[in-house]
């Protein structure tokens, strides 16, 4: 009777440290997840930024622009916060119009508004192997702090050129 009382004693208190663990675990991955949207967030708003003035990438049209990923931040990771894989692409191209995914011709109409506006080696780039990248807390941390900068940075020089 004593030995089963201190082997689920025991086995409680393993079952405590495994909980201790996990709950480390889950705040870790909920920071890591809060940074990559706060990186997220900073880098598509230097996107819209950046290229305001301009005709989406996908259908050459002048409207307000999102931050449309070509190669898909889901699928290429690696790439997610590159700006070679970032263009300013309007709402409907991007996929606002309840499109799930973009369709085939809207991908190739952003193949062809790169090549055009940058030249086939970007689009090489973009579409070539990348090294997977594991992203820690402070890389995101700094990623939003470049981008923040860089979004502010292009504000007042296009306030200082009158637009």
């Known amino acids: 009777m004593a030995l089963s009382i201190a082997k689920r004693d025991k086995q409680r208190e393993a079952d405590k440290v495994h909980m201790q663990r996990v709950r480390l675990k889950q705040k870790s991955d909920n920071a890591l997840s809060i940074a990559k949207n706060n990186a997220q967030i900073a880098v598509n708003a230097f996107i819209r930024t950046r290229d305001e003035g301009k005709p989406c990438i996908s259908c050459g049209a002048m409207k307000p622009l999102t931050a449309g990923h070509h190669q898909s931040v889901g699928s290429y990771e690696e790439i997610r916060f590159n700006t070679k894989n970032i263009n300013g692409q309007c709402w409907g191209c991007n996929g606002g119009?309840?499109?799930?995914?973009?369709d085939?011709?809207?991908?190739?109409?952003?193949?062809?508004?790169?090549v055009e506006r940058f030249g086939q080696a970007r689009l090489d780039w973009v579409k070539g192997p990348h090294h997977l990248k594991r992203y820690r807390v402070d890389d995101l941390n700094r990623i939003r702090r470049i981008f923040t900068r860089r979004e502010k940075l292009y504000q007042r020089i296009r306030a200082k050129n009158g637009g």
Do not use: H, L, R
């Not at 119009?97 to 973009?102: D, S």
């Open 104 to 114: 085939d011709t809207v991908d190739q109409k952003y193949d062809a508004g790169v």
């Open 97 to 102: 119009q309840g499109n799930k995914y973009k």
